[in-house]
């Protein structure tokens, strides 16, 4: 017999709780990873409809300090869930849980870029160690690089829904090369960078700041040459853009017209992952794809968080395309380059299994990518990716 549920589940539930939960063995995907995190971020009672004590055979249950949560049940061959699925989903793709952190350095008088790169890395190294992974796959939320509580959740309610089966369709695995070019010393290592993805077949994507130092016109465009697709990175790549009021945004975004027409712009990522609802909503008066959100992220400096969520989905009017391989993250964190690709080649299994978007991120500055011990790491994650990919999926 399951111990008897939290005095929460008299439907009155006042505070987002964010918990680790467990699945009935006989409804685990074989994609699932033991010791990776396994984390449910659980909706406030005026965010998503709650249900009282649900019936029949626990499937999915939480943990909570007070006692186990069933969250997905089954009785009588009917499935049961805790929460308004659609709400909840909502509440978890949307971040609503997470709390935005605005940096001090935010509110800098001057642009942040005026100060060296060597020394902007080594600051952020210091604002990112409290959100390093506690080890291996993490213990703690969000797990990282894995986090895979909402996805099995979502997997199960699918499977009890469709009787049998699994959750997502397998449509094979889908690799995106996405990179934000932040400053003018991008430029120099694009062609070299591109030119290894084209060698192995990918043509990728490249943000580029609209109104920071003057855009490598000749670069971008040997690169649309190429098939490669060019997107916005931002304003000016001060970090203040998702803290600011609408009518700023889209003054920002309107000054970012011109290269947004040039490169017939479609896509996004918001500089240092900084992402507000403020943000998207007048985002998509612009842009159609944004790539700002991580499914697990303890990327951004304001704070850690995350979709959750490895495929792209609609929210809000625009399309989400979750970053699921922040390439670089790890050198944050003392990982060498050279431990990159051993770093990253569970998470690429992972996600070829559970049908997720291999989405990749990196820079092309010199204290980033942009250097020959990071170029022999990029080869060979591109082989890993080359090595299970067909042409067209590649992006
Ligand atoms: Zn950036």
């Known amino acids: 017999m399951p111990p008897p549920e939290p005095s929460g589940s008299d439907g009155v539930e006042h505070v987002a709780r964010i918990h680790p939960i467990h699945v009935d063995p006989a409804y685990q995907p074989d994609w699932f990873q033991d010791g990776a995190g396994t984390h449910v971020p659980l909706p406030p009672a005026a965010v998503a409809a709650c249900r009282g004590t649900l019936p029949g055979q626990p499937l ?7 006692g186990r949560l069933t969250l997905i049940s089954l009785d009588a061959g009917e499935p049961y869930m805790r929460y308004d699925w659609s709400s909840w989903q909502r509440y978890v793709l949307g971040e609503h849980y997470r709390t935005l952190t605005r940096p001090l350095y935010t509110r800098l008088p001057f642009h942040y870029h005026r100060i060296p790169g060597v020394i902007r890395r080594a600051v ?31 997997h199960v309610w699918a499977r009890v829904n469709a009787g049998t089966g699994p959750a997502v369709a397998q449509t094979g695995p889908s690799v995106v090369l996405t990179h934000d070019i932040d400053t003018s010393h991008g430029f120099p290592w694009v062609r070299r960078t591109a030119e290894l993805e084209l060698a192995h077949g990918f043509r990728s994507v490249w943000h580029v700041v609209g109104r920071g130092d003057p855009p490598d016109y000749a670069v971008l465009d040997w690169l649309v040459e190429q098939g490669c697709t060019i997107g916005l990175h931002g304003y000016n790549h001060d970090n203040k853009l998702a803290f600011l009021p609408a009518d700023r945004i889209r003054r920002r975004l309107d000054a970012c017209r011109p290269l947004i027409e040039r490169y017939d712009m479609q896509c996004f990522r918001s500089p240092s992952w900084f992402r507000s609802d403020t943000l998207f909503k007048v985002l998509r008066e612009y842009l159609q794809v944004d790539y700002s959100r991580l499914d697990t992220d303890r990327s951004c400096p304001g704070g850690v968080g995350g979709c959750l ?21 790890p050198l944050y964190w003392g990982c060498d380059p050279e431990y990159l690709v051993d ?16 989405v990749v991120n990196t820079h092309p500055e010199p204290q980033f990518s942009g250097n020959a011990r990071m170029l022999g790491a990029y080869d060979q994650l591109l ?3 080359a090595s299970a990919s067909s042409p067209d999926v590649r992006s």
């Open 383 to 385: 082989n890993v990716l």
């Open 124 to 154: 952020a190294s210091r604002l990112l160690a409290h959100q390093t992974p506690a080890g291996g796959h993490g213990g703690r939320f969000p797990g990282f690089p894995i986090e895979q509580g909402v996805e099995l959740l979502a």
């Open 343 to 358: 770093f990253w080649r569970p998470k690429i299994e992972w996600l070829r299994g559970c049908g997720g978007g291999i």
């Open 309 to 329: 969520w490895t495929k792209p989905f609609s929210l809000g009017g625009l399309t989400h395309v979750p970053t699921t391989v922040p390439f670089e993250d």
């Open 60 to 66: 999915v249950w939480a943990d909570t300090d007070t």
